[in-house]
């Protein structure tokens, strides 16, 4: 912690404290694994996925990786996270052969590392959470394949009031106090609310992946008390 926050480098080793009550909390959340599996379904892979290479940042305890294998149940899925904890609970759970998981930052990843590039490349609630925000799209950019898909599903505020209002009164109301409740220590939580309040707005995040070269960058909210709040971008490598 610095000054009472919970610095980006800080953030792997928080979720591995959390580790245990994560699945709880996000499960808490109405429509969370359901917008996962919508977002996952962005790729539009043919036949099921079979013959493609998925890539799965940050993929925690598996809740994003398992909306990966429901919308692409025959593709080759790599999930990758920098906390061994979140990793630990991953791995814990029932896969098939095809879906593996490996402990390391993301950024710090080539594509080569993990036998890419990849044809799809799913990073859900991570961009915020990455030391080198600025230059993570072009990092995403050379683990993918030319044509290769890249779809980010995250926290990115609207412009205006409205959805500050809202995210601020369901951190402050629900998500906050059910942290502390459940793990015993609300510092990631408040941590999420403020990532969410200084991560860019949707148009800010698609220039952002526009400016790293991506193409067709298109953007869809979710539902419920997410929508504005909440939102999937779809963009491809050149």
């Given at each position: ?61 598996g ?5 990966l ?44 590392d ?16 990455l ?5 993570a799209p ?61 991560f ?39």
């Open positions: 912690m610095t000054g009472g926050r919970l610095p980006r480098s800080g953030v792997p080793a928080a979720f591995d404290r959390h580790a245990a009550a994560y699945d709880r909390l996000v499960g808490a959340n109405p429509g969370y694994h359901a917008d996962l599996r919508r977002a996952a379904r962005a790729f539009a892979l043919p036949a099921d996925g079979a013959g493609a290479r998925l890539l799965d940042l940050g993929c925690g305890t809740a994003s990786t398992a909306a294998l429901a919308a692409a149940p025959r593709a080759e899925i790599v999930g990758v996270d920098a906390s061994p904890g979140m990793l630990a609970r991953a791995r814990a759970k029932p896969w098939p052969a095809t879906v593996r998981f490996v402990e390391s930052p993301a950024q710090d990843l080539a594509a080569e993990l036998g890419g590039p990849f044809d799809g490349v799913f990073a859900a609630y991570l961009l915020r959470n030391p080198a925000r600025d230059a072009a990092a995403l950019r050379s683990l993918l394949r030319p044509g290769g898909v890249l779809v980010v599903h995250d926290y990115a505020l609207r412009d205006g009031p409205l959805a500050r209002l809202v995210w601020h009164a369901v951190c402050w109301g629900v998500i906050i106090p059910a942290g502390r409740l459940l793990a015993g220590d609300a510092g990631l939580y408040r941590y999420l609310w403020r990532s969410a309040l200084d860019d707005s949707p148009e800010g995040l698609a220039d952002r992946l526009r400016h790293a070269g991506f193409t067709g960058v298109r953007i869809r909210t979710a539902g419920g008390w997410q929508r504005g709040i909440v939102h999937t971008f779809r963009a491809e490598a050149p």
